[in-house]
C-alpha cells in the first residue's frame, strides 16, 4: 500500500494563478483533510471530507476550494493564489475524524 | 482562547532526562486525543493515542485529566533520536496544538 500520495511535492506559483494539488490514499479510508502548516505553527484545518460526495470547511477556508467524487481522491484547488498561501499543504486520511490520521509527505507551496 | 493550546517550548534537555509537555484544550465535549511526532516538517506520524485510564509505550506515558481539560505526554531516558516537534490533537474536530520542540542533547 502507498498509504497517502500528495503531488507536487514543492510549487512555485506566481499571485494570480490557480492550481490543485493532488492528493490520494489506498486505504478505503472514508475521512480526509487538508491542512496547511505555516512556519513555526501548527496544523490548520482548510477542508474536510467525510466520504465521497461530502465536504465540510474547516478553520482556514478561504480561497481554497475540494471535492470527493470517489473515496480515494480529495484534491485541492487554489483559486487565485496570494503570497499568504505561501505554506506546507499536508493532506490526511482516517477511518473517521475521531480516528488516527494518516499524512501525506506534504506539498511545499510558493506564492510569488 | 485557542482550541488547543500546547506547552510553548522549546524544551532542551540532556540525554537521559526526563520530559514532560502538556496540552490543554477548551470543548468539554471531546472524547478523542492523540500526540503525534513531527520531525524537520515532514508529515506528522502517530505516537499515541491516549486514553482516559492512560497509555503507556515504553519510554512514552500519555495521561487524559478530563476534569482539568488537559492531556499531558511523557517521555523518560530521552534519546537524541527524540528530538522532535510533539503536536497533541483533539479529534473529531481535528484541531492540532502549535506544537512543542524538543532537543535531546549529548
Known amino acids: 500500500n502507498a498509504g497517502v500520495t500528495q503531488t507536487p511535492k514543492f510549487q512555485v506559483l506566481k499571485t494570480g494563478q490557480s492550481m490543485t494539488l493532488q492528493c490520494a490514499q489506498d486505504?478505503?479510508?472514508?475521512?480526509m483533510s487538508w491542512y496547511r502548516q505555516d512556519p513555526g505553527m501548527g496544523l490548520r484545518l482548510i477542508h474536510y471530507?467525510?466520504?465521497?460526495?461530502?465536504?465540510d470547511q474547516g478553520e482556514v477556508p478561504n480561497g481554497y476550494n475540494v471535492s470527493r467524487s470517489t473515496t480515494e481522491d480529495f484534491p485541492l484547488r487554489l483559486l487565485s493564489a496570494a503570497p499568504s498561501q505561501t505554506s506546507v499543504y499536508f493532506c490526511?486520511?482516517?477511518?473517521?475524524?475521531?480516528?488516527?490520521?494518516?499524512f501525506g509527505p506534504g506539498t511545499r507551496l510558493t506564492v510569488l | 482562547r485557542k482550541e488547543v493550546e500546547q506547552d510553548p517550548g522549546p524544551f532542551n534537555v540532556p540525554e537521559g532526562a526526563t520530559v514532560a509537555f502538556n496540552c490543554t484544550y477548551s470543548?468539554?465535549?471531546?472524547?478523542?486525543f492523540f500526540w503525534y511526532r513531527q520531525d524537520c516538517r515532514k508529515e506528522p506520524k502517530l505516537l499515541m493515542s491516549v486514553y482516559s485510564s492512560g497509555n503507556e509505550d515504553g519510554r512514552f506515558t500519555a495521561q487524559l485529566n478530563r476534569a482539568s481539560q488537559y492531556i499531558s505526554l511523557l517521555i523518560r531516558d530521552s534519546k537524541l533520536s527524540d528530538s522532535a516537534t510533539y503536536l497533541c490533537v483533539v479529534a473529531g474536530k481535528s484541531t492540532f496544538g502549535d506544537g512543542t520542540t524538543l532537543t535531546v542533547k549529548p
Open positions: 490526511a486520511s482516517g477511518a473517521g475524524a475521531s480516528n488516527e490520521q494518516f
Open positions: 486505504m478505503n479510508h472514508e475521512y
Open positions: 470543548n468539554s465535549a471531546s472524547q478523542s
Open positions: 471530507s467525510v466520504g465521497a460526495g461530502i465536504t
